[in-house]
């Protein structure tokens, strides 16, 4: 697949078969997500792919809008090293795992980490030291039922040329 139909075939996915995804494959998001660019080439990230059902269960009864975690395959937990540019740097690197996962065919949702009441105990949970923040949480199965989702707003809503222009301006 190409880069731009990764992107655009993207969709979040909460629904996921009941079948294992192999080693190789979770690596393999991992590895996109490390390619991420880096605020100064800092890489203050660490991903914990969880696959165990029981910590699954758990992290999808302490992450308020993921419950959906406890049907996933997988979930990697993306943190970061608390740097000045931590969440930056973790939300690129989340991207590069959702857009990977896109291109394999898997399904995969993004749910927030930073400044949760939960992330505390999820890093805890997980074994990270103190100064690791929870970026984010991707869930990850392979898809019950292909969904393609049209983007709600078109491109000529939101781009503008030179600065901003309301469509009351024009």
């Known amino acids: 697949m190409q880069t731009y139909e990764a992107i655009c075939q993207r969709v979040s996915i909460r629904e996921y078969q009941d079948e294992p995804i192999d080693k ?14 880096s605020a100064r080439h800092v890489e203050p990230w660490e991903f914990i792919v969880i696959t165990d059902r029981s910590v699954l269960g758990v992290i999808g009864d302490k992450a308020v809008n993921g419950s959906f975690v406890k049907g996933a395959a997988a979930c990697i937990a993306v943190f970061c090293r608390e740097t000045k540019y931590y969440l930056e740097d973790g939300c690129a690197a989340t991207q590069n795992i959702l857009l990977r996962a896109a291109d394999l065919g898997l399904g995969a949702c993004w749910i927030a980490g930073d400044k949760k009441d939960y992330a505390g105990d999820i890093q805890k949970m997980l074994g990270l030291p103190e100064d690791s923040k929870l970026v984010s949480l991707v ?6 039922e292909k969904v ?19 469509a009351k301006d024009e």
């Open 139 to 144: 869930a990850l199965g392979w898809p019950v």
């Open 24 to 37: 190789d494959i979770l690596s393999q998001l991992v590895d996109a997500g490390r390619r991420a660019p």
């Open 148 to 166: 393609r989702q049209d983007k709600g707003r078109s491109l000529q809503e939101v781009l503008h040329w030179e600065r901003y222009q309301s």
